[in-house]
């Protein structure tokens, strides 16, 4: 099976991962030419952990950073589960002794049916060549610390801000896109 080739243009994935020990919450990543870049936000406690790694054929394998000298390793099974949903399942943590699925949507595709509550995401896809403005910008936003900020920054795709109202989407977006960066307004989940 061959649910996605790796020599693809850069595709934005946003999948709602289970870790089967209680851990539920999001995990967002770009997929370009066989490589994942993203993070896992974990609901329970809200903690973001920056991911990469790479997808082949039918196999994904990345690493969480839970610090900047520790992490865990997670590889898992893609399958295509029909109405543009890829499965994914797999192990991960020491010796891969974890658990985890995630069922995942190309993010130009997760409001086909999730557009009914009028709520939308801002997503920050690429922070583009300046950096520090972005991050700034995200500071000013949000509230994050500088170090929060910078880690939401490089480890983009981020959703910076969920359940806004359109209007507010529009000036969140704007905000950031005149600080140089790439963003996305997506329905809320």
Known sequence: MNPRKADRSAEGWRCSIDLHQGDTGTLQFEHVDGNVRGAITVRNGSQRHPISGTWKEDRIEFWRA?????GQPFAGTVADA??????IAGRFANEYRGVWSADCRLEGEAGAGAGSSGRLDIVLIDPGENKIAVIKAVR??????????K???ESA???IQSGLSEKDAKSVAAEL???GARVAI???R
């Open 157 to 159: 795709p981020y959703t």
């Open 140 to 149: 000013a936003i949000t509230g994050l610390g500088l170090r929060e900020a």
């Open 177 to 179: 896109e005149r600080a």
């Open 82 to 87: 029909g109405d543009g949903v890829m499965r």
């Open 186 to 188: 997506q329905p809320t």
């Open 66 to 70: 839970l610090s900047e000298r520790s």
């Open 151 to 153: 880690a939401a920054v």
